[in-house]
């Protein structure tokens, strides 16, 4: 938690150095991201459970703040809640029938959900205007006002899940990653736990949603696309699955080259198919996990290490 800490302060110092609208504009949209890797880390990096819809609970949530913003006038201090809430209450009526599954029928079930979802919302033009999308008043004019926004809900989401992970449901959690029979045996009730952690996912994606669509002013399908969830594993799978830093770090470093990447043709999700894969097998602590190992290696090769032994 130190160490999330440590990157939150950071963040917190870039506007002194970053005057750039663009780039403050680039690092707002990395935080949302990083919550949503936040909100995906707990469901399969703490619990082992594998969903491919976090960036349609995202949809969902600015769709949710949109409608009840162009629809019936409803204001952003009740709007913005709801985009959590709402797909809270999904999560919990689709958890309690996919997650009785496991491998990939989880996976390929949470798959079927997002394209459902983003194909109704995409056809329903007279409720949802289609692919023009839907305007959201902004809660926030500054840029650099939105960025400690953006910045203040991060830290929110990382001390909620860490909180989370650190009560006893949270070692139930982790229990069932490692051993979900085992978990069962021991009378922890798996299918509950589970369903706990994918309510506290889907509204963790569905608010960084509700945010993102207040700063961007707009919300529409595209939000729901898969390459959008391809993102949200990429930047956890770099950054370090099951660690609290790891999905801050990777969305941060993720996104910021992926604006760079831009410029030399468009390739940035071939570059990060191509690391994933090789994080994947070689290196599946991530970022985070290759320099702890290289702190031990500097401490064990230290002068007066082995005496120390």
Known sequence: ????????????????????????????????????????????????????????????????????????????????????????LIGLLLGRIVLRLSGPYLALTTLSFAEIVRLVIYNSIDFTRGDQGLNVPALIDSRVGNYYLFLGALAAVTVGVFLLLRSRTGRFLQAIRD????????????????????????????????????????????????????????????????????????AVLVYVASEMLRDVGNIQMIVFAVLVIVFARFFREGLWGLAREAVVRRRAGAPGAAKGA
């Not at 970053?18 to 936040?38: D, T």
């Not at 082992?48 to 913003?69: D, I």
Request: aromatic share 10%; with cysteine.
């Open 1 to 88: 938690m130190r160490l999330s800490l440590a990157v939150l302060a950071a963040l917190a110092l870039v506007p002194i150095v970053v005057s750039s609208p663009y780039w403050l504009g680039v690092l707002i949209v990395s935080m949302y991201f990083a919550m949503l890797s936040v909100g995906w880390n707990l469901l399969a990096g703490y619990t082992g459970q594998f969903s491919l819809a976090p960036a349609a609970f995202a949809m969902l949530g600015g769709y949710t703040t949109a409608l009840l913003a162009w629809h019936w006038k409803v204001p952003l201090a009740i709007g913005l809640p709801m985009s959590a809430v709402v797909p809270g």
């Open 179 to 250: 051993d979900e029979i085992g978990a069962a045996s021991r009378g922890i009730d798996v299918v509950r736990a589970k369903t706990l952690a994918f309510l506290v996912s889907c509204a963790i994606c569905g608010f960084a949603g509700g945010l993102y669509g207040t700063f961007a002013q707009l919300v529409s399908p595209e939000l729901g696309l898969i390459a959008q969830t391809g993102i949200v594993i990429a930047m956890v799978v770099i950054g370090g699955m099951g660690t609290l830093v790891g999905p801050l770090i990777g």
